[in-house]
C-alpha cells in the first residue's frame, strides 16, 4: 500500500492526469473510474526501481501505476483504490472510493 498525493498520482498517469473537475465530481459523489493507458502502466511497470510486490500472487497481474488499497491525497479528502481492472488494450481501470473525512466520525 502507498499512499499519493494528486500530483505524484499526475506524474504516474502520463501526460493527462484527472482534471480538477473530475476530481470535483469524484468527491460530490464518493467514487470514481480513472482510466489509465497502457503506456502509464509500461512505464511504470519499466521503471529501474520497480519491482513486483513481494506479497503479488503474479506478477503479471500487477496494477501499474496504483494497486489496489493505495491511497491518493486530494486537497481534505482521500481516495482509496478498491478495485483494479485490466483493459483490452493493456491499460488499466481504478476503481476509486472516497475514504470518510475525519471530522465526519
Known sequence: MRRLTRSELASRVGPRPPSDA???RAIDRGEAALG???DAV???DTDSGSEPDADAEDPDERAGPLDTGDIVD???HAFVVAGVDRTEGGG???RIERVADRDED
Open 22 to 24: 473530475f476530481w470535483r
Open 36 to 38: 489509465v493507458g497502457a
Open 42 to 44: 509500461d512505464a511504470v
Open 74 to 76: 486530494v486537497g481534505d
Open 92 to 94: 488499466r481501470i481504478y
